[in-house]
T-cell receptor, first 110, second 117 residues
Framework: DAKTTQPPSMDCAEGRAANLPCNHSTISGNEYVYWYRQIHSQGPQYIIHGLKNNETNEMASLIITEDRKSSTLILPHATLRDTAVYYCIVRVGYGNKLVFGAGTILRVKS | DTEVTQTPKHLVMGMTNKKSLKCEQHMGHRAMYWYKQKAKKPPELMFVYSYEKLSINESVPSRFSPECPNSSLLNLHLHALQPEDSALYLC????????????????FGEGSWLTVV
């Protein structure tokens, strides 16, 4: 599995964009980048995923560098309810494993 | 609808008890998962079922026994657990096809909190 590196924690002001970085320098050409978040005491929630191109949905945007060695999850207007642990995960090239790293604790402050 | 339902939400059991955790999904997914999460740690994969057959066992102790009675249901039978097995147990499901299938997103339930006394 490609390993991911995320900062352990980040703060963001309410209403501002939250930019969460992730390094995955050993990613293979056919591996996807997935982002999940886990709000305290709840199950992980799927946010977004991508392969090469930038992706956007109603929750967030995913920016993947051209060499695919890093990515950034963008929450355009963070709210207090976005406070959570955010996990950047690279899916293995076969099978059904989804392996979580330590993640980034995002604290949105008023 | 991307709902995975887990019951019970909370379970307290003694070390000699036998209990079960249950998971249900009605999304037509053919892959189902059990994860274990200790406090302040990321979820750890335990088992994967693919088309009702066990495809991945991450060297989980035999006191945890998974069962997939049909494509919508997944159980985790618990017997002779230890206090250190106390954790949040997460069920998840996805379309089958492995990590190469676009849209093969894994959806999680809210988990069952297990306390072993």
């Amino acid at each position: 599995d490609a390993k991911t590196t995320q900062p352990p924690s980040m703060d963001c002001a309410e209403g501002r964009a939250a930019n969460l970085p992730c390094n995955h320098s050993t990613i293979s050409g056919n591996e996807y980048v997935y982002w999940y978040r886990q709000i305290h005491s709840q199950g992980p929630q799927y946010i977004i995923h991508g392969l090469k191109n930038n992706e956007t949905n109603e929750m967030a945007s995913l920016i993947i560098t051209e060499d695919r060695k890093s990515s950034t999850l963008i929450l355009p207007h963070a709210t207090l309810r976005d406070t959570a642990v955010y996990y950047c995960i690279v899916r293995v090239g076969y099978g059904n494993k989804l392996v979580f790293g330590a993640g980034t604790i995002l604290r949105v402050k008023s | 609808d991307t709902e995975v339902t887990q019951t019970p939400k909370h379970l307290v059991m003694g070390m000699t008890n036998k209990k079960s955790l249950k998971c249900e999904q009605h999304m037509g997914h053919r892959a189902m998962y059990w994860y274990k999460q200790k406090a302040k740690k990321p979820p750890e994969l335990m088992f994967v079922y693919s088309y009702e057959k066990l495809s991945i066992n991450e060297s989980v102790p035999s006191r945890f026994s998974p069962e997939c009675p049909n494509s919508s249901l997944l159980n985790l039978h618990l017997h002779a657990l230890q206090p250190e097995d106390s954790a949040l147990y997460l069920c998840a499901s996805s379309q089958e096809g492995g990590g190469q299938v676009p849209g093969n997103t894994i959806y999680f339930g809210e988990g069952s909190w297990l306390t072993v006394v």
